[in-house]
T-cell receptor, first 115, second 115 residues
Framework: GAVVSQHPSRVICKSGTSVKIECRSL??????MFWYRQFPKQSLMLMAT?????????EQGVEKDKFLINHASLTLSTLTVTSAHPEDSSFYIC???????????FGNGTRLTVT | DQQVKQNSPSLSVQEGRISILNCDYT??????FLWYKKYPAEGPTFLIS?????DKNEDGRFTVFLNKSAKHLSLHIVPSQPGDSAVYFC??????????????FGKGTKLTVNP
């Protein structure tokens, strides 16, 4: 079945550094990938929609200069958390679908801890 | 304003009995609905979906019912097993302006199946 690989699964970084998270669709081409953030005891919050070959569309309240998204190919999207701060610590999840009629498949998520 | 609501944050059932997870939504333009299952520290995995033109979809022990007039859907698990213990997210699909999918999630219901 369709697999979305997200790497790394866990990362600890110091405040002020940048962290890159990769999301790959392994056996299908994903024109669109989505990035989510999960807060404790809350549902997933959509951060941005990543479209291959174009700029990402950010949801209201999400800083595009802080959360840089690059969708360089049909199988890879990256989220870079720039100048990370402790409040950026969270669980980040990506998802992708092969087409509009297919369910979204999720990566296993990345637990980011900023110290 | 929350468009997808899961009003029960938790549910506990005995092994072998039926688990019923409920979900309400407010947007009549949602075109299909999905249930995702999430284990701790993992990304959600797709479980079952239903198109807005249907009222029932069954897959093994899992059945989803949709009542459009009431804007309500439910997930039935029969018989429940301890391995079903997880957080279940209800999600509804809408289209972004660009035509790509956008999922709106509920806050999740934590199901505990007791042996």
């Amino acid at each position: 079945g369709a697999v979305v690989s997200q790497h790394p699964s866990r990362v600890i970084c110091k405040s002020g550094t940048s962290v890159k998270i990769e999301c790959r669709s392994l056996d299908f081409q994903a024109t669109t990938m989505f990035w989510y953030r999960q807060f404790p005891k809350q549902s997933l919050m959509l951060m941005a929609t990543s479209n291959e070959g174009s700029k990402a569309t950010y949801e209201q309240g999400v800083e595009k200069d802080k959360f840089l998204i690059n969708h360089a190919s049909l199988t890879l999207s990256t989220l870079t958390v720039t100048s990370a701060h402790p409040e950026d610590s969270s669980f980040y999840i990506c998802s992708a679908s092969a087409d509009y009629n297919s369910p979204l498949h999720f990566g296993n998520g990345t637990r980011l801890t900023v110290t | 304003d929350q468009q997808v609501k899961q009003n029960s944050p938790s549910l506990s059932v005995q092994e072998g009995r039926i688990s019923i997870l409920n979900c309400d939504y407010t947007n009549s333009m949602f075109d299909y609905f999905l249930w995702y299952k999430k284990y701790p520290a993992e990304g959600p995995t797709f479980l079952i979906s239903i198109s807005s033109i249907k009222d029932k979809n069954e897959d093994g022990r899992f059945t989803v019912f949709l009542n459009k007039s009431a804007k309500h859907l439910s997930l039935h698990i029969v018989p429940s097993q301890p391995g079903d213990s997880a957080v279940y997210f209800c999600a509804a699909n809408s289209r972004t302006q660009g035509g790509s999918e956008k999922l709106v999630f509920g806050k999740g219901t934590k199901l505990t199946v007791n042996p």
